[in-house]
């Protein structure tokens, strides 16, 4: 865990005035804003945000601007991992809470539209629907060009493999859910 001390600044404007408080003469101490954050320090990489947090204290810290305290922070014994329950090959995952899908275990990058179609359809097997009914469920209007469907179903059909049955094609109608399509969907 790190504590940071950063001496609160003021834009000129807002130190002189009329009805503001005049310039505090310069080395006396001001008000200072206190964060504390938990950076890891093994394990996952740092996010870019994280990453960037960290520049911006040490150039802080470089000016003479602020301090840094580090504290460690206790490290609670490490508990075994559940192992996810294995995926046979075909199968197709789709987690709702993070928004991720699995072929078989591996990692399917789908855009938010396929993906919420994908979820759509498996939500409503053995159903029918029209490009427009599709519209207004999955992108939320229907004022579009029903062909924008067919676009994102060649799309997710391509990126999930032509070797498993996805969506199924109801000629003079819309699309379904394969009948022999292996999706599971889980909250988690």
């Given at each position: 865990m790190s504590v940071i001390a950063i001496p609160q600044r003021r834009h000129p404007q807002q130190l002189t005035?009329?009805?503001?408080?005049?310039?505090?003469?310069?080395?006396?101490?001001?008000?200072?804003?206190?964060?504390?954050?938990?950076?890891?320090?093994?394990?996952?990489?740092m996010s870019p945000h994280a990453f960037r947090l960290l520049?911006?204290?040490?150039?802080?810290?470089?000016?003479?601007?602020g301090t840094v305290t580090i504290t460690p922070t206790p490290v609670a014994p490490a508990e075994p991992l559940a192992l996810p329950a294995a995926q046979e090959p075909g199968q197709i995952r789709l987690s709702r809470a993070s928004r991720t899908v699995t072929l078989g275990g591996a990692p399917v990058d789908l855009t938010r539209l396929e993906f919420d179609l994908l979820v759509f359809l498996a939500e409503?097997?053995?159903?029918?629907?029209?490009?427009?009914?599709?519209?207004?469920?999955?992108?939320?209007?229907?004022?579009?060009?029903?062909?924008?469907?067919?676009?994102?179903?060649?799309?997710?059909?391509?990126?999930?493999?032509?070797?498993?049955?996805?969506?199924?094609?109801?000629?003079?109608?819309?699309?379904r859910l394969a009948d022999d399509a292996r999706v599971e969907l889980v909250d988690a």
């Open positions: 005035g009329p009805g503001r408080a005049p310039r505090r003469p310069a080395g006396t101490p001001g008000p200072a804003l206190t964060v504390t954050f938990t950076v890891p320090l093994a394990g996952e990489s520049e911006v204290v040490r150039d802080l810290v470089d000016r003479g601007e409503n097997p053995r159903r029918v629907f029209t490009r427009l009914q599709l519209l207004g469920a999955v992108w939320g209007y229907e004022h579009a060009v029903a062909r924008t469907v067919d676009v994102h179903v060649r799309r997710l059909r391509a990126k999930i493999g032509d070797g498993v049955p996805l969506v199924t094609t109801v000629y003079g109608i819309g699309y």
